[in-house]
């Protein structure tokens, strides 16, 4: 996969960057798409082939500042675009929380003054140009079910994404179901992801086995109430995947790790941007046209 730079946090604009070489507006001529994923911890995004389904430059990130209020935040989003040299052009973003009709509904792992704000209409203001948003997971699934690892699954699959928290899609007919935040799920007497998460494992210092004990726990509890046929395993810790899938068991449906690994919620957020621009004409719950849940504002 596509090797990533980042910016330091306390230096952003003065550092050299990806564009440097970039000419003016260099993705525009071959039909490419900005998608940019915000994260608990990070904020990374690139242009991306939405033919191949990857990225068409090397990724660029920042960490996301402390404390992540939307205007910080939306800084540290218009750096990264500007990274590439990019203006007036739709960019697809994803953020970790509920998403309708682009205004964020939880935070959960980001400052809590983004609950109901406008993030479409936010970042569209603060980049000049069309800004489509929709759920981390939710994009990260639609790549897999497009590019990666559910391709041509018709069945229930489920991706969660291990990170900062766990983020969870829901397809069923190749459908998204949107926004499930199945990271909130109770387990062991709390939510999931404050047991599970791969932040978890690193706070607290867990062996891969102990972790990998955590996580079938976890999906235990939810092939239980979803009967899934496959399970996606997504986020960093999918690069990792050797370490820590042959230790759990006793799970019923297929175990996969995310192909498109760390980088699938950026090509979601381009497809989401797409789609957007594309009007109609595609079907808003298929994984072509991410979902009708993701907001745009121009």
């Known amino acids: 996969m596509q090797s990533t730079h980042s910016a330091p946090q306390s230096q952003p604009q003065s550092q050299p960057t990806a564009s440097a070489a970039r000419p003016e507006g260099s993705g525009h001529l071959t039909g490419h798409v900005l998608g940019v994923d915000i994260g608990g911890s990070g904020i990374k995004g690139a242009p991306v082939d939405l033919v191949r389904g990857d990225l068409a430059e090397e990724r660029f990130k920042v960490l ?17 675009v500007d990274s ?26 980001v400052d809590k003054s983004w609950i109901d704000v406008d993030t479409a209409a936010l970042l569209g203001e603060r980049l000049g140009c069309p800004v489509t948003v929709l759920n981390d997971a939710d994009a990260a699934g639609v790549a897999e079910m497009t590019f990666g690892a559910g391709r041509g699954r018709t069945g229930t699959v489920i991706l969660l994404t291990f990170g900062t928290g766990i983020g969870s899609a829901v397809f069923t007919g190749g459908r998204l179901v949107p926004n499930t935040e199945l990271g909130h799920l109770e387990l062991s007497g709390h939510e999931a992801e404050k047991r599970a998460s791969t932040k978890v494992k690193d706070d607290h210092g867990l062996t891969w086995h102990q972790w990998a004990h955590r996580v079938q726990k976890y999906l235990e509890h939810v092939e239980m109430l979803f009967s899934p046929e496959l399970f996606v395993i997504g986020g960093g810790v999918s690069r990792k995947s050797e370490k820590f899938l042959p230790l759990i068991e006793g799970i019923k449906a297929e175990i996969v790790p995310a192909q498109l690994q760390n980088n699938a919620g950026i090509v979601g957020a381009a497809m989401a941007a797409r789609a957007a621009t594309a009007g109609p004409a595609g079907d808003p719950g298929s994984a072509a046209a991410p979902t009708d849940a993701a907001g745009s504002a121009g």
């Open 64 to 80: 996301t500042p402390q404390p992540s209020t939307p205007d910080a935040v939306a800084d540290r989003v218009r750096e990264v």
């Open 84 to 109: 590439f040299n990019w203006s007036g052009r739709p960019v697809g973003v994803t953020f970790p929380g509920v998403v309708t009709s682009g205004t964020t509904r939880t935070a959960a792992n």
